[in-house]
């Protein structure tokens, strides 16, 4: 199984949660270009989904991917789909599949303006963490680790740009799931159009907002979802 993170953590932190799966699978998650041990890189998703597919998706893999993850494992699978064994979606900010919603735009809008914005790390964090749904509130010294994930974040490539191929995902055979938290229209927006899109399983696992992977309920439906596949 290959986990791919989003912003500010890198690929350890992130997927935490489901290390009690590594009973039964054999779990990669690695750091971003720009995050974690990784050297410092900008966010890309196009070039990161090159890398995921040449470096990653070397043999058949269930590809999991959350957030600004979920759009660069959206572009890897449909680089390389004879190696995708399914494709799991976690709340992609992928704003320009539902372009024209007043919630998306709003949400893609805010995204970027951050992004693009020269806010200091500190400072960013604290206004990031709610736009995105994060429920964890920043103090005023939060730990180095996400300082330095909010430098890597800014000034990245927006994830409204993103036009994740929908049809290939659809046409590829392999089964796909879309899995959003519940605490955000924009997102739920977002996610219910690329499973029509792509044909995909639908689910909402809410408790924990954007950290879905963090959810109580989400382990126990991707390992559901992961056996079906097989």
């Keep these: 199984m290959v986990l791919v993170h989003g912003g500010v953590l890198g690929g350890r932190e992130t997927w935490r949660a489901q290390r ?3 009973a039964r699978w054999t779990l990669l998650a690695p750091d971003r270009p720009g995050h974690g041990q990784s050297p410092p890189a900008r966010q890309d998703f196009e070039p990161e989904a090159a890398l995921v597919a040449d470096q990653l998706l ?34 992609p900010p992928s704003t320009g599949v539902a ?31 709610p736009i995105a749904g994060v429920p ?17 974040l800014l000034g990245g490539r927006p994830p409204d740009e993103a036009e994740p191929p929908l049809a290939a995902l659809r046409e590829a055979g392999f089964p ?35 950290l879905v992977q ?13 056996t079906s596949s097989a």
């Excluded at 991917?65 to 979606?89: D, F, K």
């Excluded at 949400?107 to 604290?126: C, N």
């Excluded at 964890?136 to 890597?152: K, S």
């Excluded at 690329?194 to 924990?208: K, S």
């Design 58 to 91: 070397d043999e058949p893999s269930h590809l999991v991917g959350l957030s600004y993850g979920a759009i660069v494992s959206m572009y890897a699978a449909a680089l390389r789909p004879e190696h995708v064994r399914s494709l799991t979606i976690l709340e």
């Design 176 to 210: 796909v799931l879309v899995v959003s938290g519940g605490h955000s229209e924009a997102n739920e927006i977002i996610c219910d159009t690329i499973a029509r899109e792509t044909g995909a399983r639908r689910a909402v696992c809410p408790g924990r907002g954007h």
């Design 99 to 129: 372009g024209g919603v007043p919630a998306v735009d709003e949400y893609g809008t805010a995204v970027r303006a951050l992004i693009s914005s020269d806010l200091e790390p500190v400072a960013a964090l604290q206004r990031f963490f």
């Design 136 to 152: 964890i509130e920043v103090p005023d010294q939060p730990h180095e680790t996400l300082v330095e994930g909010m430098r890597q």
């Design 214 to 226: 963090d959810a109580p309920e989400f382990n126990a439906l991707l390992e559901s979802f992961l």
């Design 20 to 22: 009690p799966l590594t």
